[in-house]
């Protein structure tokens, strides 16, 4: 026939060789895509056992944040910026004789606003009249003594702070502790995946997978201590320093596991 003669061609045997390369390399990439799907379903679907543990460390407070407030007010605003700034330099200087690091003494706050008279008597329709003005300058400052926050407290105090709030206590490397829970944590879920394996009749093989849930724990705050305006120094000075109980703080770790057992 003429397909015969055709394939009998040397054109025709080039052909044939091309369609059997052709088919050829389609065979075998059929199988290597069956051998990968494979293999894909079984690295998806082998047996896993996922483990959860938890832990913590405890330690001490080491750091203190203050804020420390001036409240000053007068008839006019060159009395009370004048009282006010007096007042809020001498504390920072008496801070710095501390031992206060000028990088941890930080101004957050300086507002100064007008009094004005809303009396129900005025003229109908008369712009408020400005009987006065108040100052608040405030200082947030950290103390890196712990023992010493009460001195620092009534140190202030006696030089004209006549509000103070605001006190965090915490500790100062987090990192350092969250790192030590983890690592407690991470032992705890290693020995329960390997008892659980025990009880089961299995075998832990290698970790697929792990996450990490800690969270960082929140500071401890006092509610705002007020101090009453000392008029002498001398008086101010009588008055014992308030004590601050830093207590305890707890640093979670939270982690899960997942093993492949065999």
Known sequence: TCLMEFLNTQLGKVLVTLVCVFLAVGIIS???TTNTAYHSYKKDYRNTITVSADDKVIAKPDIASISLSVVSK???VTEVTTDGNKKMNDIVAALKAM???????????????????????????QVPSITGYTLSQ?????????DSVGDVVQKATSLGANEVGSINLTIDD??????????????????KAATLARQAGVRLGDIISFTDDSAMPYP?????????????????????????ETGSEEVHASVSITFEIN
């Open 74 to 76: 007068g008839k006019t």
């Open 99 to 125: 031992q206060i690091d000028e990088k941890d003494i930080q101004t957050t706050g300086y507002y100064l606003n007008p009094e004005q008279d809303y009396s129900i008597d005025r003229v109908p329709n």
């Open 220 to 244: 401890e705050m006092y509610s705002g201590y007020k101090a009453m305006p000392m008029s002498q120094s001398a008086d101010a000075m009588a008055v014992p320093a308030p004590s601050f």
């Open 30 to 32: 059929g199988v290597v």
């Open 174 to 191: 987090q990192d350092k502790l969250q790192d030590q829970a983890r690592e407690k944590a991470f032992t705890k879920a290693k020995e």
């Open 138 to 146: 405030t200082a947030t400052v950290k103390v890196r003594k712990i």
